[in-house]
C-alpha cells in the first residue's frame, strides 16, 4: 500500500523540530482538551500547532460521517486559507490517499502526489503547488479508526520514522478530543431526557388532577398540545407546571 519514496538528491529531508517544541506544543494540546473550548476550536489549534512545527503547507484533519450510508469522510479543519483547500470537502471511503488511510487504517507517505495514482485532486495539488505528503489514521476506542491526519509539503520530503511518531501522537491527541466531546455530549442527552421525564410526570399529574384522566389519557393530552402547538413535549409540560404555578394560591 505504501508508495515507493523518491531517492533523488532533489528531496528534502525532513526538518525534525526540536523534542522541547513538539512537547510543548503536546501540552498546549492536552490543555485544550481539558478546557472549554468547543470541539472545532481544538481540531483547528491541534493542525496550527503541528504546521508550525512540521513545517508543512497544509494539515488537515478528515473525520468519518457515520450517520451518512455509506460513511464518508469529511474536512473538519485545516489551517489552509486557500478556498480551494477548504472548500466542502467529503470522499468515500473508498476515493483517493484519505479513504486508503481510512480503510487501511496505516500511515501513508508519498513523495510526489502528482505522480501518486492514489492521490485524485492533482488539479488543486498543482495549483497550490503540494508536493509530498504524510497521511496518518485517527484510531478511536476500541483501535476503531474514526478519522485521518495529513501534512502537505510545498517541497519533496522524505518524512522519517519519527515524523510519523510525531504525527501519530499528534492524531492521538485529536482522538482523544473527539471521544470527550462525544462523551460530554451523551452525557448532557442523557441528563435532558432524564430532567424531560421528570418534568412530563410532574405535568401529567397536574392533567390527572385537573381533568380526572388516566395516565395514559393525560400523556396524550399533553402528546396531542405538542402537535397541535409545534412545541416540544417538554416545552408543553413546562407550560403546564407554569400554569399550575400561577393559579396557586399565594403563601
Known sequence: ?????????????????????????????????????????????????????????????????????PPRIRLKATQAINPDYIKDRSLSLDEGVVGAVATHGEPLMIADVLSEPLFKEKKMAEKLGLVSMLGVPLIGKGEQIIGVFNCFTLEPRAFTHKDV???????????IAILNTELMVKTKVIQEEL?????????????????????????????????DSR?????????????????????
Open 1 to 69: 500500500m505504501h508508495p515507493e519514496t523518491r531517492s533523488d538528491d532533489t528531496q528534502k529531508a525532513s526538518p525534525n523540530a526540536s523534542e522541547d517544541q513538539f512537547i510543548k506544543a503536546l501540552m498546549d494540546i492536552g490543555t485544550a482538551i481539558t478546557s472549554d473550548l468547543y470541539l472545532e476550536d481544538i481540531l483547528k489549534l491541534i493542525v496550527m500547532a503541528t504546521a508550525r512545527i512540521m513545517d508543512v503547507e497544509i494539515c488537515s484533519l478528515w473525520l468519518i460521517d457515520t450517520a451518512e450510508t
Open 165 to 175: 511518531m510525531l504525527i501519530s501522537a499528534v492524531a492521538n491527541q485529536a482522538a
Open 195 to 227: 430532567e424531560t421525564r421528570k418534568l412530563l410526570d410532574r405535568a401529567k399529574a397536574v392533567i390527572m388532577r385537573r381533568r380526572n384522566l388516566t395516565g395514559d389519557e393525560a400523556f396524550r393530552w399533553i402528546k396531542q398540545r405538542s402537535t
Open 231 to 251: 412545541n416540544t413535549l417538554r416545552q408543553v409540560a413546562e407550560a403546564v407546571l407554569l400554569s399550575e404555578d400561577l393559579e396557586a394560591p399565594p403563601h
